[in-house]
C-alpha cells in the first residue's frame, strides 16, 4: 500500500510515519511533490479540515491519501483555540507565537481551571471513494510555564493525565503509547487494514 500523507510539517511528518507502522505500507510526504501546495482549511471541525487535505492530496497524485488536523480545547477559554490551534496567533504563527498568546491569555487562571484536551482527527481516502475517519483525545491541562524539549506545537505547555509532565518532558516513545495523535493514528491503522483497493 502506497500512501500520501497530507502534510509539509516535517514534524508531524515523523510522528506520523513512526505511528503508521504497517507492514507494506510506503509513505510519501506532500512535502516531496513538485508544485504541491497546502490547501486552504476552510472547514469549520477537525474532521471537515482533515478531510480537505486528503482529498486535495489525492486529487494532485493520485495515489490514496491520509491527513490530520489536531484541535487544542481550552475549558477556561471556552474552547479556544479548537480548530486554529495551529494558526492561534495568526496564519504565519510559530509554535512560540501560539503558545505565548496561549498562556497570556490565561494568565491568573489557576491551575484547577486550566483544564484542556487535545482532539485529532485522521481522515484517510482513496481513489475508489472509500473513506475512513478515526478520532483520539488526550486529557490534560495548560501548565504555567513550557516545559520540556522534545516535541513540538503545544507540547512544552500541555501537562498530561498525571500533572507532572509536559509532553515535551516525555520521551517520544512515551508520548507516542498515549498521545492524542497516536490514539487517532492507531485507530486508523485497524480500519486500513480492512479496505481491499478495488482491482486496477
Known amino acids: 500500500m502506497k500512501f500520501v500523507l497530507a502534510t509539509f510539517n516535517r514534524d508531524k511528518l515523523r510522528e506520523l510515519s513512526g505511528l503508521l507502522d504497517l507492514p507494506g505500507l510506503e509513505l510519501v510526504s506532500l512535502a516531496d511533490v513538485p508544485g504541491a501546495e497546502p490547501p486552504a482549511e476552510t472547514g469549520v471541525t477537525l474532521e471537515e ?72 482527527v485522521c481522515v484517510a481516502c482513496w481513489p475508489d471513494g472509500v473513506e475512513f475517519a478515526a478520532h483520539g483525545v488526550l486529557e490534560g491541562r495548560i501548565a504555567l510555564a513550557p516545559r520540556g524539549t522534545n516535541g513540538f506545537g503545544y507540547d512544552p505547555v500541555f501537562e498530561v493525565e498525571d500533572g507532572v509532565r509536559t509532553l515535551a518532558e516525555l520521551t517520544a516513545e512515551e508520548k507516542n503509547a498515549r498521545s492524542h495523535r497516536a490514539r487517532a493514528v492507531r485507530s486508523l491503522a485497524r480500519l486500513l487494514v480492512l479496505h481491499e483497493p478495488a482491482p486496477g
Open 49 to 120: 479540515n482533515a478531510r480537505i487535505k486528503a482529498h486535495a492530496a489525492l486529487a494532485l497524485t493520485g495515489l490514496p491519501a491520509i491527513a490530520d488536523d489536531t484541535g487544542l480545547e481550552v475549558a477556561a477559554l471556552g474552547g479556544r483555540p479548537g480548530v486554529q490551534a495551529a494558526r492561534y496567533a495568526g496564519p504565519d504563527a510559530s509554535y512560540a507565537d501560539n503558545v505565548r498568546k496561549l498562556l497570556r491569555e490565561l494568565e491568573g487562571v489557576p491551575v484547577e481551571r486550566r483544564a484542556a484536551r487535545f482532539r485529532t
